[in-house]
């Protein structure tokens, strides 16, 4: 090719697909249930397969007797994960795993299935650092200018505790997958075959992991899955389920395996958001200019101490700080990366901290975080301003805030607060393959994942643009490790990824297609484009051919590659990172019952260019419905006395009804000086801010701050108690 | 869920025919909202199931002589709808929350749930005792009772409970050998072992029916419930007033999910009588019907909401 192709996004007034709405692609299927996920396949000859997991916080695995179980009807297989000697530090730890033709019999024989215990002295609470013991690991000083001083100097300093319990991710679809690991005759596993229907956001990443543990080469493994029922950070790797499935289905010479967890399991290993407390003092000027930071966290991600985040958020350029990070090794299942991990935690406990100050102040929180946004980076200062305005414009600030407390005179009390966000979302490493046939027919395909974010109608509405044709003339493949390997849908990145592979790949087709026919429109290749399914001269409409004419004129089918490595370098300007939100909150509060109800939510995010309005709104949508649900119902309780998780389920572990939400106003920040930057992910950053904005809204309404989230009724009437003593 | 023979019988008798001495002998089957949790968990692990659900004179809501007789099989949907049925009990019925839970629960159903004490449901016993003591009084209680004095400390699960004792409704119970009617009042009872249960309902007999008198007292209930959605009530009031004029000359309190029975406030009955129901009476009778109460560790805050909710169910009885 003569020229370097020009891969840029076509100018905003060119645009024909994207930037416009079209419903997401599956959502025919999904509604009306013909979607199947990959927990909805039943292979011939299938097993189902169950877990026996620990019912202690803490216990060491002194024996295990499998005998009856490997004897109990329809059982065809029987794996020991744990043996003799095992520490199992929390409650669901993995024991062992049977396969059996029915479901019922799995669970009769795991029911047979003989352990002996030594139970091990638990800790399962970590709300009082003090109570934490040898379990608690100090994770080092940070000091940044003089804080002391600047506490001296300050004329406002407001203290104040806040905490955030651990939440879990709670997909709908559990973790698992059903496997089938057909034995070869090779016994170092070469000519070993196995296909895996797994629950994941790394379809791509899934042969190569689950190969080394089954020490099955990554090309005898076949991963197909068209629908997953969330995954929100916890599916990124086969896990040891993933890997038990596959030995579940060998041992039963190669009949196909379900395993999947239960609820219960799902709610205690699957991953989890760790607690984040801390003691914070703000300390600064009458204006509302921060001057000073300390901070003293605390918080547990399991059985590995992880410290919460750094302090303060986005507002990094504060110039003096003092910062102390312990982290709290509790007998509980391992954290997973929960939409935008530490994110929310440091979000949460910065609004909270800067509007308490607003308040000791005697300062509007609007103004006060606007005034230091100024330690924003740099390249948000601006737009933290901006949009922090917007909010406030759509939340009607301006008319509904009032001073702290003075929410009306009637036991219902009204208020607002806010949270930012910052994420990254550059998009990860991609390749995309975009074919042209013969007979006019087109194909993109790329062995990604679509989360539930609308990623194939996304990949869809780039290919029709590139190519000008309606987005059911293009036919999309994913979810199938046989196709050109995409990343896997974390931090955001995909959307990125996906469009920058699929826009080069397409291009990269096009030219080809431009090449063939051009001498046919008796012009050069670049003076072609692809408009309405016409492949056109440019400024002569009537010199051209219809999509699927010029198509005929190929002697054989395009097959052109798009790459992206992931770096912001080559993205040859189609994505990019860096998005800022800003969230209001918009609170009432029973004051005798302490029952918090949301009014109304505004969210106002950027994320660069939006290729599906509808669907970034939706995504807004989904992250603050999620935000919301853990502000003021989720949180896993734990019994210190017998290690128990008591909520595991669906009943106790609460989740937010449509009821519960109120009214959500999303605002996309798609400004000129946003869409000129690319794509940049969306997933997660809408996800952080919601814990501090209701939050500060309840302190708003009720007069003073409810330190732990979430919001439940008893420790809002204890705070109004604390208030009135 | 342990293996179990499935029958389904057509008539009451072929039912109670197939119910045994034990618990364990037989489990039966209505709506299923919560037989089926519990067989899931193996918290109740019968021999047989019995399906209620064919026998037609268990449906439908009738006024009959000296009452309503509201059959064991009548959904909670019917009768949040019902036209017939006092207010206080539609209003609780409407108070149960998610429409499926609505559809497939029955009114039998909702008296014979067992509790929702997580201890329970986590398997650690009906009365949670660990080494001869509660783990309740010590542990995590924010759902708990805050009357009694142990050794149960669940809360009643029924939300229809607390409005039939204010009625004066009573139950039909059935067995094989013969039927009983018991005042609502009485079916609910606080276990004092592990081996007891929550109602005098035995392993033999079928609910068959509640019977609820005719009434003109006003009548109301108020819930707390944190969600909109599925969710369990914090706390809740069912009252029934006799009036004349504007005074009350009788009034039947009842608290619900605050102790292992629907809990008769009589102190607050004696606060109503001869008063008018005012902001301020209603108040005094909220703070009266919480006399005696012991909190747990967690759940002070539950004799708020107790309080409360005396308050908004007598304010809402009286509003026209």
């Known amino acids: 090719m003569a020229n370097t192709p020009d891969y840029s996004w076509p100018p905003e007034d060119k645009r024909k697909v994207i930037g416009t709405s079209p419903q997401r692609l599956d959502g025919p299927q999904k509604s009306s249930g013909r979607a199947k996920y990959s927990s909805d396949m039943n292979p011939k000859g299938m097993l189902f397969g169950l877990y026996l997991t620990s019912p202690y916080a803490y216990a060491r695995l002194k024996s295990i007797d499998t005998g009856e179980a490997e004897r109990s009807p329809g059982v065809r297989a029987v794996h020991v994960a744990a043996k003799a000697g095992t520490e199992m530090p929390w409650q669901g730890f993995e024991i062992a795993a049977v396969a059996a033709d029915t479901e019922e019999q799995a669970r009769d024989?795991?029911?047979?299935?003989?352990?002996?215990?030594?139970?091990?002295?638990?800790?399962?609470?970590?709300?009082?650092?003090?109570?934490?013991?040898?379990?608690?690991?100090?994770?080092?000083?940070?000091?940044?200018?003089?804080?002391?001083?600047?506490?001296?100097?300050?004329?406002?300093?407001?203290?104040?505790?806040?905490?955030?319990?651990?939440?879990?991710?709670?997909?709908?679809?559990?973790?698992?997958?059903?496997?089938?690991?057909?034995?070869?005759?090779?016994?170092?596993?070469?000519?070993?075959?196995?296909?895996?229907?797994?629950?994941?956001?790394?379809?791509?990443?899934?042969?190569?992991?689950?190969?080394?543990?089954?020490?099955?080469?990554?090309?005898?493994?076949?991963?197909?899955?068209?629908?997953?029922?969330?995954?929100?950070?916890?599916?990124?790797?086969?896990?040891?389920?993933?890997?038990?499935?596959?030995?579940?289905?060998?041992?039963?010479?190669?009949?196909?395996?379900?395993?999947?967890?239960?609820?219960?399991?799902?709610?205690?290993?699957?991953?989890?958001?760790?607690?984040?407390?801390?003691?914070?003092?703000?300390?600064?000027?009458?204006?509302?200019?921060?001057?000073?930071?300390?901070?003293?966290?605390?918080?547990?991600?399991?059985?590995?101490?992880?410290?919460?985040?750094?302090?303060?958020?986005?507002?990094?350029?504060?110039?003096?700080?003092?910062?102390?990070?312990?982290?709290?090794?509790?007998?509980?299942?391992?954290?997973?990366?929960?939409?935008?991990?530490?994110?929310?935690?440091?979000?949460?406990?910065?609004?909270?901290?800067?509007?308490?100050?607003?308040?000791?102040?005697?300062?509007?929180?609007?103004?006060?975080?606007?005034?230091?946004?100024?330690?924003?980076?740099?390249?948000?200062?601006?737009?933290?301003?901006?949009?922090?305005?917007?909010?406030?414009?759509?939340?009607?600030?301006?008319?509904?805030?009032?001073?702290?407390?003075?929410?009306?005179?009637?036991?219902?009390?009204?208020?607002?607060?806010?949270?930012?966000?910052?994420?990254?979302?550059?998009?990860?490493?991609?390749?995309c393959r975009a074919v042209i046939n013969t007979d006019g027919s087109v194909s993109i395909e790329i062995d990604s994942q679509d989360l539930g974010t609308g990623t194939k109608t996304i990949i869809t509405q780039v290919a029709a643009e590139t190519f000008g044709l309606a987005l059911n003339q293009v036919k999309l493949v994913i979810g199938n490790n046989d196709l050109p390997p995409d990343g896997g849908s974390g931090g955001s990145t995909t959307v990125g990824g996906v469009s920058t592979s699929t826009r080069k790949a397409t291009v990269n087709a096009l030219d080809k297609l431009f090449a063939a026919v051009a001498p046919d429109l008796g012009a050069t290749p670049d003076q072609l484009e692809a408009v309405d399914a016409h492949i056109r001269v440019k400024g002569s409409p009537n010199k051209s051919l219809t999509w699927v004419a010029a198509c005929r004129k190929l002697t054989s089918s395009i097959s052109e590659m798009g790459t992206y490595n992931g770096r912001q370098q080559d993205t040859a300007g189609l994505a990019t990172g860096g998005a800022a939100g800003a969230q209001i909150a918009d609170v009432s509060v029973d004051t005798e019952t302490g029952i918090v109800k949301m009014n109304r939510y505004v969210a106002v995010q950027d994320c660069g260019m939006v290729i599906n309005p509808r669907l970034a709104e939706s995504q807004v949508y989904g992250a603050v419905i999620m935000g919301i649900s853990t502000a003021l119902f989720e949180e896993r309780i734990m019994d210190q006395e017998t290690g128990k998780y008591l909520n595991p389920d669906m009943e106790f572990y609460k989740l937010a009804g449509i009821a519960d939400i109120g009214n959500i106003v999303v605002h996309m920040d798609i400004r000129p000086e946003n869409d000129k930057r690319g794509v940049i992910g969306l997933g997660e950053p809408p996800a952080v801010p919601i814990c501090a904005a209701v939050s500060n809204a309840v302190a708003n309404a009720i007069g003073v701050r409810v330190p732990q989230i979430p919001l439940t009724p008893d420790r809002v009437l204890a705070a109004l108690e604390r208030r009135n003593a | 869920m342990q293996a179990f023979e499935y029958a389904n019988p057509n008539t009451l008798q072929e039912a109670t025919g197939l119910l045994g001495a034990q618990w364990g002998d037989a489990g039966v089957l209505a709506g299923g909202t919560d037989l089926l949790s519990l067989m899931k968990e193996n918290l109740h692990t019968p021999k047989r199931v019995v399906n209620i659900k064919n026998i037609k004179e268990l449906?439908?809501?009738?006024?009959?002589?000296?009452?309503?007789?509201?059959?064991?099989?009548?959904?909670?949907?019917?009768?949040?709808?019902?036209?017939?049925?006092?207010?206080?009990?539609?209003?609780?019925?409407?108070?149960?929350?998610?429409?499926?839970?609505?559809?497939?629960?029955?009114?039998?159903?909702?008296?014979?749930?067992?509790?929702?004490?997580?201890?329970?449901?986590?398997?650690?016993?009906?009365?949670?005792?660990?080494?001869?003591?509660?783990?309740?009084?010590?542990?995590?209680?924010?759902?708990?009772?805050?009357?009694?004095?142990?050794?149960?400390?669940?809360?009643?699960?029924?939300?229809?409970?607390?409005?039939?004792?204010?009625?004066?409704?009573?139950?039909?119970?059935?067995?094989?050998?013969?039927?009983?009617?018991?005042?609502?009042?009485?079916?609910?009872?606080?276990?004092?072992?592990?081996?007891?249960?929550?109602?005098?309902?035995?392993?033999?007999?079928?609910?068959?029916?509640?019977?609820?008198?005719?009434?003109?007292?006003?009548?109301?209930?108020?819930?707390?419930?944190?969600?909109?959605?599925?969710?369990?009530?914090?706390?809740?009031?069912?009252?029934?007033?006799?009036?004349?004029?504007?005074?009350?000359?009788?009034?039947?309190?009842?608290?619900?999910?605050?102790?292992?029975?629907?809990?008769?406030?009589?102190?607050?009955?004696?606060?109503?009588k001869g008063q008018s129901v005012t902001e301020a009476t209603a108040e005094s009778a909220g703070k009266a019907a919480v006399e005696g109460a012991r909190p747990l560790s967690q759940n002070a805050y539950k004799v708020t909401l107790a309080k409360v909710a005396v308050k908004r169910a007598l304010l809402g009885a009286v509003k026209a």
């Open chain 2, 59 to 272: 449906e439908g809501i009738h006024r009959s002589g000296g009452g309503l007789r509201i059959g064991a099989l009548v959904t909670i949907d019917e009768l949040a709808k019902s036209h017939e049925a006092p207010r206080s009990l539609v209003e609780a019925a409407e108070y149960i929350p998610s429409p499926q839970i609505r559809h497939m629960g029955t009114v039998g159903g909702d008296l014979c749930q067992r509790p929702r004490c997580w201890y329970y449901r986590q398997g650690m016993g009906l009365l949670a005792m660990k080494d001869g003591k509660s783990l309740v009084p010590g542990g995590e209680n924010r759902y708990h009772a805050i009357f009694g004095e142990g050794p149960a400390y669940f809360v009643s699960a029924s939300s229809l409970g607390p409005a039939l004792v204010t009625l004066g409704a009573r139950v039909k119970l059935v067995s094989a050998k013969g039927s009983r009617e018991v005042p609502v009042a009485s079916f609910f009872v606080a276990p004092a072992d592990e081996n007891s249960r929550e109602t005098v309902l035995r392993p033999d007999e079928i609910l068959t029916e509640i019977i609820v008198p005719n009434t003109t007292m006003k009548t109301a209930t108020y819930e707390v419930r944190q969600k909109e959605a599925l969710d369990w009530p914090l706390a809740a009031a069912s009252v029934a007033l006799t009036m004349s004029g504007n005074k009350v000359t009788a009034a039947k309190v009842v608290l619900g999910h605050v102790a292992p029975t629907p809990h008769v406030a009589t102190a607050a009955e004696e606060a109503l």
């Open chain 1, 109 to 431: 024989a795991v029911r047979k299935i003989k352990v002996e215990y030594e139970v091990l002295p638990h800790l399962v609470k970590d709300d009082d650092l003090a109570k934490a013991g040898t379990r608690a690991r100090q994770g080092g000083e940070t000091v940044t200018g003089d804080p002391d001083q600047a506490m001296k100097d300050a004329e406002v300093v407001s203290e104040g505790q806040y905490g955030f319990a651990v939440v879990t991710h709670c997909c709908l679809e559990p973790h698992g997958q059903v496997v089938q690991w057909v034995p070869g005759n090779d016994p170092s596993g070469a000519n070993d075959h196995v296909t895996v229907w797994p629950s994941t956001q790394n379809v791509s990443g899934y042969a190569g992991s689950l190969g080394t543990n089954i020490k099955v080469p990554a090309t005898n493994i076949k991963v197909r899955m068209d629908y997953i029922g969330g995954g929100f950070g916890s599916k990124f790797t086969p896990d040891a389920w993933g890997v038990v499935g596959a030995n579940l289905s060998k041992q039963a010479g190669g009949r196909p395996v379900k395993l999947y967890l239960e609820r219960s399991t799902e709610l205690m290993i699957a991953g989890n958001r760790p607690s984040a407390y801390g003691k914070i003092t703000v300390a600064g000027k009458k204006d509302g200019t921060i001057t000073a930071w300390t901070y003293q966290g605390w918080g547990s991600g399991g059985f590995t101490p992880v410290p919460p985040p750094d302090q303060p958020y986005i507002f990094t350029r504060v110039p003096n700080s003092r910062r102390n990070r312990t982290g709290i090794a509790l007998n509980g299942g391992s954290q997973r990366a929960w939409r935008a991990p530490g994110n929310q935690a440091a979000s949460f406990l910065t609004c909270c901290a800067i509007e308490d100050f607003a308040h000791k102040a005697g300062k509007d929180p609007l103004e006060v975080f606007k005034l230091n946004a100024q330690y924003a980076p740099e390249a948000r200062v601006d737009t933290y301003r901006f949009q922090l305005d917007k909010a406030a414009e759509l939340a009607e600030w301006k008319t509904l805030w009032h001073p702290r407390g003075e929410g009306g005179g009637g036991t219902v009390k009204r208020g607002m607060g806010i949270g930012v966000a910052a994420w990254n979302g550059l998009g990860h490493a991609s390749q």
